[in-house]
């Protein structure tokens, strides 16, 4: 179990420049999560795949994200003319397929808008 | 809109105190789980509860689900200064998606 890995770490970007971030989630894992995390806040969800099939997008989701998750292993969160509000921390997750599976979370890709 | 409520947000104490923390929901949660945060870094599971009145202990942690799984607590007895961090409850709903609360930030003095 290596655990949850997001890449990169820390991206600052100019306004108005698409970025995007990478998750690998724990390899047995189906299920896996984006959620956005603003300073002072908990997490909030964004959406989440069952294999790679997304099941799920939140409204907090605007035309400008996308993810992607071709082959059910790794995904990707895309933001396309990037925003001063996008300047979060974005944490992946994910867990085994089932009901009240604990969510395993990667150390999250913080986002700087300049 | 937060679904789910913490209390308090912060909390400040000396290192041997006792704590509780607070999770409060006024819609049923199908599981509900607790997790710690430390700056910069992703959170970390502590523990999952599923059934109504059940109480978990981890070491100086005891977790309790409310018996109409709607509310959880978190108690920390003598805490420690390696108990800093943020302490963060998460709800599940429908076995997909999971509401987080904004947290409870707490720091122990030495």
């Known amino acids: 179990d290596t655990g949850v890995s997001q890449d990169p770490r820390h991206k600052i970007t100019k306004r108005g420049q698409n970025v995007t971030f990478r998750c690998d989630p724990i390899s047995e894992h189906n299920r896996l999560y984006w959620y956005r995390q603003t300073l002072g806040q908990g997490p909030e969800f964004l959406t989440y795949?069952?294999?790679?099939?997304?099941?799920?997008k939140s409204r907090l989701l605007s035309d400008r994200f996308s993810a992607e998750r071709p082959k059910g292993s790794f995904s990707t969160l895309e933001i396309q003319r990037t925003e001063q509000g996008d300047s979060a921390m974005y944490l992946c997750a994910s867990s085994r397929t089932g009901a009240n599976q604990p969510q395993h979370f990667g150390d999250g890709t913080r986002l700087s808008i300049l | 809109t937060q679904l789910l409520e913490q209390s308090p947000q912060f909390l400040s104490i000396q290192e041997g105190e006792n704590l509780t923390v607070y999770c409060n929901s006024s819609s049923v949660f199908s599981s509900l789980q607790w997790y710690r945060q430390e700056p910069g870094e992703g959170p970390v599971l502590l523990v999952t509860v599923v059934t109504g009145g059940e109480v978990k202990k981890l070491k100086r942690l005891t977790f309790q689900f409310g018996d109409a799984r709607k509310d959880s607590s978190l108690h920390i007895t003598a805490a420690q200064p390696g108990d800093t961090g943020l302490y963060l409850c998460?709800?599940?709903?429908?076995?997909?998606?999971?509401?987080f609360g904004s947290g409870t930030k707490l720091n122990v003095k030495p």
């Open positions: 998460a709800a599940g709903y429908n076995f997909n998606k999971f509401y």
């Open positions: 795949f069952q294999n790679e099939a997304q099941l799920e």
